[in-house]
């Protein structure tokens, strides 16, 4: 079974500073997505990027970039220029491409502080 | 365009009562998963519905039980409520049932306390 760890509970960042949160993965599988989701107090989860197994190239949106080290099953998030709204829960996920049923599996989640 | 909408947003029930929750995707989605997150961790999958039918199944004992409606609006239904039910229960909707790139869109979730 895939399981996902962060190891950082909680972590805290200047704003308009860099901050980069930590997330690895366990599976035998080769082809998966991996995720980092946002969740605010508002609670409602919220997409920040998206990244498929199989492409090398780490996905970046906007002040968001990941590290995907694929051999090593880690996959972490950089935020770059942090704002006071990026404070939030934030989980890293995974997706398998292998089953036949859409089954996302969520880490424990990092609660990230942003100091003004 | 509306995203995902729950309801009830809040709900607070006693041991061994029964609850519903209700879930509309967005429009067009054909496909509807429900999460439960319990305080301080991820949400676990429980189901997943397309087109109507049980497509996937967490972890969860029979007390859990959903349906997919033709409007493809979904409820949840927890029986024998217990103490470790009380969480958020997330809905989310995706276009396509597994296949595709498109991703999941959450709604607000619905907090279930168990007294």
């Known amino acids: 079974a895939q399981t996902v760890t962060q190891s950082q509970p909680e972590m805290s960042v200047q704003e308009a500073e860099t901050v980069t949160l930590s997330c690895t993965y366990d599976?035998?599988?080769?082809?998966?997505?991996l995720f980092w989701y946002k969740q605010p107090p508002s609670r409602q989860m919220i997409l920040v990027i998206r990244?498929?197994?199989?492409?090398?190239q780490n996905a970046t949106e906007n002040r968001f970039s990941v590290n995907f080290q694929k051999a090593a099953k880690s996959f972490s998030l950089k935020i770059s220029d942090s704002q006071l709204g990026d404070a939030a829960m934030y989980f890293c996920?995974?997706?398998?491409?292998?089953?036949?049923?859409?089954?996302?599996?969520f880490g424990p989640g990092t609660s990230l502080s942003v100091i003004p | 365009d509306a995203g995902v909408t729950q309801s009830p947003t809040h709900l607070i029930k006693t041991r061994g009562q029964h609850v519903t929750l209700r879930c509309s995707p967005i429009?067009?989605?054909?496909?509807v998963s429900w999460y439960q997150q319990v305080l301080g961790q991820g949400p676990q999958f429980i189901f997943q519905?397309?087109?109507?039918?049980?497509?996937g199944r967490g972890n969860f004992p029979d007390r859990f039980s959903a349906r997919q409606f033709p409007n493809y609006s979904s409820e949840l239904n927890v029986n024998a409520l217990l103490l470790g039910d009380s969480a958020l229960y997330l809905c989310?909707?995706?276009?396509?049932?597994?296949?595709?790139?498109?991703?999941?869109?959450f709604g607000a979730g619905s907090r279930l306390t168990v007294l």
């Open positions: 989310a909707s995706r276009l396509q049932g597994f296949s595709g790139a498109n991703v999941l869109t």
């Open positions: 599976t035998s599988e080769s082809d998966y997505y």
């Open positions: 990244q498929e197994a199989y492409k090398q």
């Open positions: 996920a995974y997706r398998s491409r292998q089953t036949s049923y859409d089954k996302v599996i």
């Open positions: 429009s067009g989605h054909k496909s």
């Open positions: 519905y397309y087109e109507k039918e049980e497509r």
